[in-house]
């Protein structure tokens, strides 16, 4: 069999998911036999230029992790998907922008303002703000445009199949890399590499339906590692999010945040999330309502946490 030609590219993201695919230990050198990398930057030296001589097609498969958030990851992603078979959307950022589109909160100018002037540790009498072209004496220095809003992957070019996680974890993307190489895929447009049934179904924590009257933020409380976070107080998305991680934060007694993703059929997590725990609050006026309400810090921020750019909510930017 042909060896795959492989590109993984690191769009706006922390970096998480290029180290996951590294993540799979020994079975690296499995994925060198069975894929040539044709850009992979973090870890070889292919340059764009001779990404962009390829013909189209030429790259069986792209993972392309990290949000669009400027001009430069918009560019990358139509060459890829030009140059691509089968463009996968590869961990949160690209899947729904991730945690980089929670700045979707932000105006641009906003953004701008706070990084280049009033941090406290920035000195910039100037004023001086990131401008795309800037003349020296050599010539133009050009800068990627920051954009006024994290995109997901799908909102700049066509997707094949999204790989959710934050990052996704090691085992699901060995079982990825499996089923691309031997062609065993679903039909275009499906998620992979996660279940189509919700955390809380493979969560093996005790649940007793039990109502709650405060929720906590996790350094305020142990927890008990038997029993349902979320009847805890804990803000755990498990009712609201794909399993296939394995549970790996609730193993470590922590709430699941939903990098996973919406389940199917959901179009806005987080409003599907505010819908569930409206379900479990034991408060009977609305004072109640209000007061167990206020405990929740960052409402927004924690109910959007990997999903703003594809979320019902518009953000600042809109
Ligand atoms: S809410 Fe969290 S802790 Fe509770 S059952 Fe679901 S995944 Fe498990
Ligand atoms: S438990 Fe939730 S936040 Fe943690 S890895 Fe799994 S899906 Fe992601």
Known sequence: MAKLKLAIYWAAACGGCDVAVLDVHEKILDIADAA???LWPVATDHKYADVEKMA????????????????????????????????VAFGSCAV???IPALANFKRREDILQRVYMDTPSTVNPEQVLPVTDCPVPEGVLHLPEFFGFVHSLNQVVEVDYYVPGCPPTAERIWEVVQAIATGNLPAAGATVGALDKSLCDECPREKSNKKIKRFYRSHEIIPDPQQCLLEQGLLCMGPVTRGGCGGQCISANMPCRGCYGPLPGVLDQGAKYISSI????????PEEVKKILAGIADPAGTFYRFGMSTALLKGANR
């Open 36 to 38: 040539d990398i044709l």
């Open 96 to 98: 729904s922008g991730g």
């Open 278 to 285: 409206g379900a479990i609050i034991d408060a009977r006026t």
């Open 56 to 87: 189209p097609g030429s790259i069986d498969v792209c993972l392309f992790n990290g949000a669009v958030r400027n001009s430069e990851n918009e560019h990358i992603a139509k060459m890829l998907r030009e140059k691509s078979k089968v463009m």
